[in-house]
């Protein structure tokens, strides 16, 4: 079939400008993310202990200042019970991390904001652009409040944040970029033709959810370093159910606090993504489908494979930092994926499926 689709055509210079725009902000919020894993992985989310969007841009730059910050990390749980031997180089080696992820963020939001300030001045927003745009500025809004809410949880009686303000942050960190990855998506592929509804799309969208789900898991067991139990694979030290995973009352605390039921929870979502997606891309082998439609499929195929063995991996070396970073990388890929497949098959053609039997077998 003539590839005369969704996928290759002319796109206006302003859309194309403001995809570009977009697409950066996206890139930006995926390195937060990888820089947010490596801050937890090493243990410096809570060295910054104050929330100054605004001054805290500038870092300590003298040795009275160094000192200020060091006593106000020694003033909280972390320190006093983990890390009360620290000296003021230590200190500094975990402050790196935490102050480059707050700086992304602010450079987040200079990108943001001076794009839209630079497209607006030239009368290149039209009113649902700036109706999203604003939607975006609100959520990167809510998910810097979100993550001063999740550091706050380490501050006071406990060693490190609460998982479920951990969870909450990155979930709105994956929604964030996949809605900005949408909205880029409408301007490079502006095709508004009729979608269709079919249990293929259907399928991508519990493809979705399963994902989304998977991410919080993944964020619940780094909350809880459930990853450094039962490193054995495929069992779980021996056991396919392992026997403490109702070991907490009420029951269902197990689902969210227990390491051992979380970290089989993530194990068996993975599995069934795993053969999920396998099962979808092979529906598609034959048929004769467009090229992002096909790209976005195989980069979900080659995504969860490399995906489950970063996971499986990650696990049975005790979650090394590498390791940990390159699977939580390949979240972000497969997420990826999953919303640009999603786009390119409800924004199809319904009569050009209609006309290509091949295609119209998988999407109905």
Not at 71 to 79: A, D, L, M
Not at 155 to 168: F, G, H, M
Not at 176 to 193: D, R
Request: proline share 3%; net charge positive; with cysteine.
């Amino acid at each position: 079939m003539e590839d005369h689709s969704i996928l290759i055509h002319k796109t206006n210079k302003s859309n194309y400008q403001i995809a570009i725009w977009l697409l950066s902000g996206a890139f930006l919020i995926f390195l937060m993310v990888v820089v947010g894993g490596i801050t937890r992985l090493t243990g410096s989310g809570l060295s910054i202990t104050e929330w100054k969007p605004i001054m805290g841009a500038v870092p300590p730059l003298n040795d009275e200042q160094w000192q200020e910050a060091f006593q106000k990390y020694q003033q909280i749980p972390q320190f006093q019970k983990l890390n009360y031997d620290f000296t003021i180089s230590d200190f500094k080696e975990i402050f790196f991390w935490e102050y480059l992820h707050r700086l992304i963020g602010r450079l987040i939001g200079v990108v943001f904001i001076g794009g839209f300030l630079y497209f607006f001045a030239k009368n290149k927003l039209t009113n649902d652009l700036l109706r999203k745009t604003l939607f975006l500025f609100l959520l990167g809004a809510l998910q810097g409040f979100i993550g001063w809410y999740m550091v706050s949880s380490g501050l006071v009686e406990r060693t490190s944040v609460s998982q479920y303000r951990l969870a909450i942050h990155l979930i709105t960190a994956f929604i964030t970029f996949g809605v900005t990855l949408w909205f880029a998506l409408e301007l490079l592929y502006p095709n508004k033709k009729t979608s269709i509804s079919s249990s293929f799309i259907s399928a991508l969208k519990i493809l979705l959810f399963l994902v989304t789900i998977q991410i919080i898991y993944g964020a619940f067991s780094a909350g809880l370093h459930a990853g450094k139990v039962a490193n054995t694979f495929p069992t779980m030290n021996g056991e396919w159910i392992p026997s403490g995973i109702n070991a907490i009352s009420p029951w269902y605390k197990n689902l969210f606090e227990n390491l051992l039921t979380v970290q089989f929870i993530h194990r068996m979502l993975a599995s069934l993504i795993l053969i999920f997606i396998i099962s979808l891309w092979g529906r598609t082998r034959q048929a004769n489908l467009y090229s992002l439609q096909k790209t976005s499929l195989n980069f979900c195929f080659l995504a969860v494979i490399i995906q489950f063995l970063l996971g499986v991996f990650t696990l049975i070396y005790a979650v090394p930092i590498v390791l940990a970073v390159l699977h939580q990388v390949g979240g972000f890929i497969l997420f990826s994926s999953v919303i640009i497949a999603i786009y390119s098959f409800s924004r199809a053609n319904q009569l050009e499926l209609a006309n290509n039997p091949q295609t119209e077998a998988i999407t109905n």
